[in-house]
């Protein structure tokens, strides 16, 4: 059984950066996609980025396209998100989930981890 656990959040002000860690356990990463996404309270879930299994192949929502940039290692059975100029539109807890060989940000992903929290606030 894959299990997920992410890493990374705390409170950081606007502008700056945070680096969250997704890592697995019980299976190799190898041969699935990995996404994050990303909920703030009173909205709905959003799909921050994802990445294919294999990492030859990235999706960024517009609301963060330029800032944040996922990136695999599986060497290291983890995946990265990098966020840079941190807005305060950012703040929410943050998930990343894996889905057997391919994934979308609009899609259905089986395996989620708990979410580590980010606020962005001066």
């Known amino acids: 059984q894959l299990q997920l656990a992410e890493s990374g959040g705390g409170l950081v002000q606007p502008g700056g950066s945070l680096r969250l860690a997704c890592e697995a356990s019980?299976?190799?990463?190898?041969?699935?996609?990995v996404g994050w996404f990303r909920q703030a309270p009173g909205k709905e879930r959003e799909g921050v980025a994802c990445?294919?299994?294999?990492?030859?192949?990235?999706n960024h929502a517009d609301s963060v396209r330029g800032r944040f940039t996922i990136v695999r290692d599986d060497a290291k059975n983890n995946v990265i998100l990098q966020m840079d100029n941190l807005k305060p539109e950012d703040t929410a807890v943050y998930y990343c989930a894996a889905e057997l060989l391919y994934g979308k940000l609009d899609g259905a992903w089986s395996y989620w981890g708990r979410g580590t929290q980010v606020t962005v606030s001066a």
């Open positions: 990445i294919s299994a294999g990492g030859g192949s990235t």
């Open positions: 019980g299976l190799s990463l190898n041969n699935y996609a």
